[in-house]
Nanobody, 123 residues
Framework: QVQLVLSGGGLVQAGSSLRLSCVAS????????MGWFRQAPGKEREFVGG????????YYTDSVKGRFTISRDNAKNTVYLQMNSLKAEDTAVYYC????????????????WGQGTQVTVSS
């Protein structure tokens, strides 16, 4: 079983940057496709982006393309979400998730979830 520990959230002004880190336990991190999700108050959980097992391919939802970057360091069992040019509409609880299945934007496809961290962007 893999456990995911997420850190890096906080309160920032629009235009600022944050970097979220998700550290996985265990010895099989490279087996997992990693996804990032977020959920704003009153809204459904939304796929933000994902990264392939080797880190060679990344995927982003349209609203964050050009602003967010996902990377991973399998030697450190860590996946990152670098968020630049943050907007008020990015305010949400952010989650990292892991799956051994094929790439998916559906949260139901992911087997393991971090605890979530609040990102608040003031305008």
């Amino acid at each position: 079983q893999v456990q995911l520990v997420l850190s890096g959230g906080g309160l920032v002004q629009a235009g600022s940057s944050l970097r979220l880190s998700c550290v996985a336990s265990g010895r099989t991190f490279s087996r997992y496709y990693m996804g990032w999700f977020r959920q704003a108050p009153g809204k459904e959980r939304e796929f933000v982006g994902g990264i392939s097992r080797s880190g060679g391919n990344t995927y982003y939802t349209d609203s964050v393309k050009g602003r967010f970057t996902i990377s991973r360091d399998n030697a450190k069992n860590t996946v990152y979400l670098q968020m630049n040019s943050l907007k008020a509409e990015d305010t949400a609880v952010y989650y990292c998730a892991a799956t051994t299945s094929t790439f998916s934007t559906n949260s139901d496809s992911y087997d393991y979830w971090g605890q979530g961290t609040q990102v608040t962007v003031s305008s």
